[in-house]
C-alpha cells in the first residue's frame, strides 16, 4: 500500500485538461497539496484471496480482529465522552463522574489484556 499522504498535481487524477475554478473565481489547478491513497490492482487482488470462506482460520481472524476493533471503538467513544462532557457532570456530582471514568478504564485495559492474549495466538503461531 502507497500512502503518499500530500503529493502535489491533481492531474494525475483528474487529468491534464482539468480547469476548475470556485465561486470566487480562483483556479483551483495552482499546484496545491492532494491528499490520497493508493493500493495497486495485484495488492487488492491478491489480498481479495484471503476472505472467510477460504479459510477456517481467516474467518476466526477476521471476527476476532474485528471484534477487537468494535470494541477499542466503542471504549474510545465512551472515554471521549466522559472527556468532553466531564466538566459538567464534575460540577452536578463529581463522585459519580469518577466511578464512570474508572469504569471506562477497566473495560478499555480489559480489552488490551484480552488482546495480549489474543495477538500471539493468531499472529505468532
Same mark, same amino acid.
Given at each position: 500500500i502507497?500512502?503518499?499522504g500530500f503529493d502535489?498535481?491533481?492531474?494525475q487524477f483528474l487529468g491534464p485538461n482539468y480547469a476548475a475554478r470556485n465561486p470566487n473565481g480562483e483556479d483551483l489547478t495552482k499546484?496545491?497539496?492532494?491528499?490520497?491513497l493508493s493500493v495497486p490492482?495485484?495488492?487488492?487482488?491478491f489480498a481479495s484471496k484471503f476472505t472467510p470462506s477460504w479459510n477456517t482460520y481467516?474467518?476466526?481472524?477476521?471476527?476476532?480482529?474485528?471484534?477487537?476493533?468494535?470494541?477499542?471503538?466503542g471504549g474510545a467513544i465512551v472515554l471521549g465522552y466522559y472527556l468532553f462532557r466531564g466538566r459538567r457532570m464534575y460540577?452536578?456530582?463529581?463522585e459519580w463522574l469518577a466511578n464512570r471514568v474508572e469504569v471506562?478504564? %477497566?473495560f !478499555?485495559? +480489559? =480489552?488490551? %489484556?484480552? !488482546?495480549? +492474549? =489474543?495477538?500471539?495466538?493468531l499472529y505468532l503461531m
Amino acid at each position: 500500500i502507497k500512502i503518499s499522504g500530500f503529493d502535489k498535481g491533481k492531474e494525475q487524477f483528474l487529468g491534464p485538461n482539468y480547469a476548475a475554478r470556485n465561486p470566487n473565481g480562483e483556479d483551483l489547478t495552482k499546484p496545491h497539496t492532494f491528499p490520497h491513497l493508493s493500493v495497486p490492482r495485484e495488492e487488492i487482488r491478491f489480498a481479495s484471496k484471503f476472505t472467510p470462506s477460504w479459510n477456517t482460520y481467516y474467518a476466526i481472524y477476521f471476527t476476532i480482529t474485528g471484534l477487537h476493533g468494535l470494541h477499542v471503538v466503542g471504549g474510545a467513544i465512551v472515554l471521549g465522552y466522559y472527556l468532553f462532557r466531564g466538566r459538567r457532570m464534575y460540577l452536578s456530582n463529581p463522585e459519580w463522574l469518577a466511578n464512570r471514568v474508572e469504569v471506562g478504564g %477497566l473495560f !478499555w485495559h +480489559f =480489552v488490551d %489484556l484480552v !488482546w495480549i +492474549f =489474543v495477538f500471539p495466538v493468531l499472529y505468532l503461531m
